[in-house]
Each structure stands twice: as C-alpha cells, then as structure tokens.
C-alpha cells in the first residue's frame, strides 16, 4: 500500500521552461512534506519542504504548492536548469520524524 | 564538516555470509535511519533509532539488525545475505524534520 505515490516515474522539460513534479498521498494524518533530489552516486540532499499549514512555500526557482483537500503536492522548478537533471523524491511525515518516501520522479532538462 | 558517512561504498557478498555496514555523523543528531532504495521502489525504512541505545522496526526489518551504542554512529547488521537484500543503502540523520543522508552503500548478494 503506498501512501505516498509519484506516478510519473520521468518527465523531459527544455532548460528555461517550468518543470512540474506531482506527488500524491493516501495519510490524511501527514502534516509535513519535503522534497528531495538526488544525482547518481549521491544521497538525498534536501531541496524544499512545506508543513499542512501552508498551501505554498517558495525559495527562489523552487516552489512547492500543497493542496490538502486533493492530498497533492507539486513542485514547480522555473526556469528549469541542466543542473536540475536528478531524481526527485517527495516525502511525507505524521510528525513523528519519520518518513515515508515516494518512488521518484527522474527529471531530465534537455539545453 | 563531513556529515554524515557511510562505509563501505560498495561490497560484494555471497548467499548466506553476514556484514556490517557503518553510519557516522558528526552534528550530534538524536536520530538515526537506515534505508534502502530499490529501483520502482523509492526508499524504504530499514530500522531507526531516535536515541542512543535505542532502536525500532521501520517498513521492512527483516533479515537485518541495528545497534546505537554511541549517538554518532548507527550499525546496520546481515546475519545471512541474501540475494533479495541487494539494494543500495542508505544511512540519514536528523535533529528536526530535516534528514541529512550519506552516500550509500552498494550491496550486491550473489
């Protein structure tokens, strides 16, 4: 049973257009959400979270929107750089400090 | 300023030997995590620790241990590899809800 879905396991988007990651969640008790992108050969590294109390966050080419009544996340990357080509992973937690993770979204962003 | 670190980065085992894999940090965090990341997968908790001395069963436990002797580092054991337990591993740490991750371990059993 996943709780936390990405159903999109790769997406191409030119470099200066806007890259769009969906995630979706089942856990109605979630209340904190992160994203995190990860090269080849590297761990996570931690890009950009939201908590159920806020519908957007917003931290220069990256914005996050949650949209709590859909259980939906989305982060929008703009422009989308070369350098943004990575897998993306979002993460959900009930406050307890553990996380359940997503599949991935593998973004490429084509120059 | 290292992180968090994981070792080995790769390792190879037959069916049936046992291992284990080290996580150091160094930015004092309370928790702990060891996960693994199968493809189509995503990451999954292995076991976690919000403590030193203290452990718990995360999503798919079976077939590994942990200990948490000292709050800087976090052992995760293989008593009997198994082919099913090749997956890449990794090891993260956390104060709040930030988690900082190592670089993985690839484990491959043949």
């Known amino acids: 049973d996943q709780q936390v879905k990405q159903n999109s396991p790769s997406l191409s988007v030119q470099e200066g257009r806007i890259s769009i990651l969906n995630c979706d969640y089942t856990?109605?008790?979630?209340?904190?959400f992160l994203w995190y992108k990860k090269y080849p050969a590297e761990g996570p590294t931690f890009l950009i979270s939201?908590?159920?109390?806020?519908d957007k966050n917003e931290d220069g080419r990256f914005t996050v929107f949650l949209n709590k009544s859909a259980k939906h996340l989305s982060l929008h990357i703009v422009p989308s750089q070369p350098g943004d080509s990575a897998v993306y992973f979002c993460a959900a937690s009930p406050g307890t400090y553990k996380y359940i993770f997503g599949t991935g979204t593998r973004l490429k962003v084509l120059a | 300023n290292a992180g968090v670190t994981q070792t080995p980065k790769f390792r190879v085992l037959k069916t049936g030997q046992s291992m284990t894999l080290l996580c150091a940090q160094d930015?004092?965090?309370?928790?702990m995590y060891w996960y693994r990341q199968d493809p189509g997968m995503g990451l999954r908790l292995i076991h976690y620790s919000v403590g030193e001395g203290t452990t718990a069963k995360g999503e798919v436990p079976d077939g590994y241990n942990v200990s948490r002797l000292k709050k800087q580092n976090f052992l995760l054991g293989l008593e009997s590899a198994a082919p099913s337990q090749t997956s890449v591993y990794f090891c993260a740490s956390s104060y709040g809800f930030l988690q900082y991750f190592g670089a993985g371990t690839r484990l491959s059993v043949l």
């Open positions: 930015m004092n965090h309370e928790y």
């Open positions: 856990n109605s008790m979630f209340d904190y």
């Open positions: 939201i908590s159920s109390i806020k």
